[in-house]
């Protein structure tokens, strides 16, 4: 198991909700560890999604500046200076 410094620093980022519902499980009874199972495997669902949509709008924003920067070379190459 991780320690608990390694979870709360984020190393074991999209798992720190369920390691926490877990060892707070631990100490109650079955149905109640159920229901917090369920409540971490949503928890992680959610961390997933945002994770997966930071890096769709990075991915976007990347080709934005990519866009950008051969439009910026383009302009310098018609710049009246240069020809």
Not at 17 to 32: D, I, P, S, T
Request: some cysteine.
């Amino acid at each position: 198991m991780d320690s608990v410094g390694n979870i709360f620093c984020g190393k074991q980022q999209g798992r720190i909700a369920g390691q926490v519902l877990a060892w707070a499980a631990a100490g109650l009874g079955a149905e109640a560890a159920d229901e917090m199972a369920l409540l971490a495997g949503a928890l992680d669902a959610a961390a997933a999604h945002v994770a997966q949509r930071a890096g769709a709008r990075a991915a976007t924003e990347q080709a934005l500046q990519m866009e950008a920067t051969a439009t910026g070379s383009l302009r310098q190459l018609g710049h009246p200076q240069r020809l």
